[in-house]
């Protein structure tokens, strides 16, 4: 069996580690010319799911390398007023399964071992074909192209795999767009930010207004230190038009106009913002997926199930499709079952998980960006009666970990 990846992204790359680790015959292809050319993003947090993902599908030298490097992002959420006064904490899984690691560091990491004629440089998807034998050829914009048994979309956001396989399935623009930027983690910087705003936990500024503030550290790569990574998302009928063309310089400019009045602490953070990290990024998620008839191209990550970074989940969701689709594979391999039904199987589990990210990522999206001042208030209200009722806390916020 020959499987042809489209795109080196971590899903992608997670699940040719686990087919060439399990003696499948696997090549990756992407567009980018070498893997020194960065990620976008600035970091993620593997969630349980993540990293039991990437236990299953890596080689154990692989996996210490990830585990090694990751730093602990803890096991709670925090939730503040724009003075920064304590709204509550609530868990988002079990203490010490949950690490923090920048995007580029992980991609990195997950290229270990995979030789030259494992993941294909330069090589730009176009389109596929099903060929007579029951193949499927990919063709690139080089002119040359490529055979295999099963094709997989691991092309991201805009994936080209989709569009051809799927086109009725798009992207809906939510109305929300979040300005995101990253901050050194310095004294300075930092100053007057509580202490658990900065032990890698996620945490969220919930105004009594308009606007919402994501602020979360990173340990960084390398070639840098640790830094704090800031979003203030808001609906777009509040952003000046053209604000999606403005600099970075410009974009910071604007949240601090937007944040004037909050917290002094969040205001020096944001001023201290390195304005070539600051970029708007507008809101967008795929609709819930619905059944489609499967055959032997799929879809993996952000290229089946797109959806907002308001959840954390979309490099989880991705990692959880790699494990997934390498379980179903191997039986293939195996001879224990045929390969369409094995996709059937892989996609219909995808399709369960990936809707219930997406619904969780699209409500925290909405919520963020709302300008209603009630739903505002009674979801604060909310939030501080959770942090005096535990029982409360539980049956709304602490879902069960999966």
């Known amino acids: 069996m020959k499987v042809l990846i489209i795109g080196a992204g971590l899903g992608g790359l997670c699940l040719a580690q686990g087919l060439r680790g399990s003696g499948i015959d696997v090549e990756v292809f992407e567009r980018r010319h070498d893997r020194t050319v960065d990620l976008q993003g600035y970091g993620i947090h593997l969630n349980e799911a993540g990293c039991a993902a990437l236990r299953a599908s890596l080689p154990a030298a692989v996996w210490a390398l990830i585990d090694e490097r990751a730093g602990q992002a803890g096991a709670t959420s925090g939730f503040y007023d724009q003075r920064l006064r304590r709204l509550t904490r609530i868990g988002n899984g079990a203490q010490g399964r949950r690490r923090s690691v920048g995007r580029s560091v992980l991609r990195d990491l997950l290229l270990t071992g995979l030789a030259d004629d494992t993941v294909r440089w330069g090589k730009e998807f176009l389109r596929y074909e099903e060929?007579?034998?029951?193949?499927?050829?990919a063709h690139f914009a080089d002119g040359g192209h490529a055979d295999g048994d099963l094709l997989v979309g691991a092309d991201a956001s805009n994936s080209r795999v989709r569009a051809q396989r799927l086109p009725q399935l798009r992207r809906e623009?939510?109305?929300?767009?979040?300005?995101?930027?990253?901050?050194?983690?310095t004294d300075e910087a930092?100053?007057?930010l509580p202490r658990a705003i900065l032990d890698g936990t996620p945490n969220s500024v919930v105004p009594a207004g308009p606007g919402w503030m994501f602020v979360c550290t990173w340990s960084g790569g390398p070639a840098d230190g640790p830094y704090v990574v800031w979003a203030y998302i808001g609906s777009r009928a509040g952003f000046p038009d053209g604000v999606e063309e403005r600099s970075g310089t410009e974009l910071r400019d604007l949240v601090?106009?937007?944040?004037?009045?909050?917290s002094p602490a969040l205001t020096t953070l944001v001023r201290h913002g390195d304005p070539g990290s600051v970029a708007p990024v507008v809101l967008r998620s795929m609709p819930r997926l619905e059944s489609w008839p499967s055959g032997n191209v799929t879809l993996l990550g952000d290229a089946a199930h797109n959806m907002t970074p308001m959840a954390g989940m979309g490099a989880n969701t991705a990692l959880r499709d790699a494990a997934a689709l390498r379980r179903i594979l191997l039986d293939v391999h195996a001879g224990h079952r045929a390969l369409l039904a094995a996709v059937s199987s892989y996609e219909e589990e995808m399709r369960g998980w990936a809707n219930a990210a997406l619904a969780a990522s699209r409500r925290n999206a909405e919520s963020a960006g709302t300008t209603n001042r009630l739903a505002r208030g009674t979801f604060r209200v909310l939030l501080r009666v959770a942090d005096r009722v535990p029982a409360v806390k539980k049956a709304v916020f602490e879902r069960p970990s999966s």
Not at 131 to 137: D, F, T, Y
Not at 177 to 183: F, H, K, L, M, P
Not at 256 to 262: E, F, K, M
């Open 131 to 137: 060929l007579p034998n029951g193949q499927v050829r």
């Open 173 to 185: 623009d939510l109305g929300v767009i979040s300005i995101a930027g990253r901050t050194a983690m």
């Open 190 to 192: 930092t100053a007057g």
């Open 256 to 262: 601090l106009s937007r944040i004037a009045t909050w």
